[in-house]
């Protein structure tokens, strides 16, 4: 029997992408990844996740810290607040995924996307974010959604 190597990658790449928010995105990242473990791109996206998370907290905090609007400021500060719980919520992934937990994992990426996405909706009303707060968000979004699709495939549900 040949050697599935490039193919396999390119399989399981494109069945975890096409079930994500943004398939183009979720191909640079999985790709970069160089597996076609589940468990290991599922560790692998937690810890981008992670890092985005962290990322984007600091950047809140700053941006809370500096601005002058006092809606905009309000705002920040919100925004570092729910980044803090998306990076709880992260951690609480990886461990559930160490202990077999997939279900639970399934669930933590989702409460995560979910504070990266009510600060992102914070900014629909006017003063407009001037900052790069609202991309991070949603390349968190974008992370946790890939997140989503591997433990449901770790579940046997997709």
């Not at 990658?9 to 790709?31: A, E, G, M, W, Y």
């Not at 597996?35 to 996206?45: G, I, P």
């Not at 920040?76 to 077999?100: F, H, S």
């Not at 609202?134 to 495939?153: F, M, P």
Request: include cysteine; charged fraction near 25%.
């Amino acid at each position: 029997m040949a050697p599935m190597h490039a193919a396999s990658q390119d399989d399981i790449v494109s069945t975890i992408c096409k079930k994500t928010r943004n398939p183009s995105f979720c191909f640079n990242v999985l790709k970069s990844a160089g597996t076609t473990d589940l468990k290991v791109l599922a560790t692998f996206t937690l810890n981008l996740a992670h890092d985005k998370v962290a990322q984007t907290h600091a950047l809140a905090l700053s941006l809370a810290s500096k601005a002058a609007d006092p809606k905009l400021k309000d705002r920040y500060a919100t925004c570092a607040e729910q980044y803090d719980d998306a990076a709880d919520d992260i951690e609480d992934g990886k461990n559930d995924l160490r202990e077999g937990d997939y279900n639970g994992v399934n669930i933590k990426a989702s409460a995560a996307m979910t504070e990266a996405g009510d600060c992102l909706d914070s900014f629909t009303q006017p003063p407009k974010d001037p900052s790069a707060l609202s991309g991070n968000g949603k390349t968190v979004e974008d992370i946790c959604s890939i997140i989503l699709v591997i433990a449901n495939l770790l579940l046997g549900r997709a």
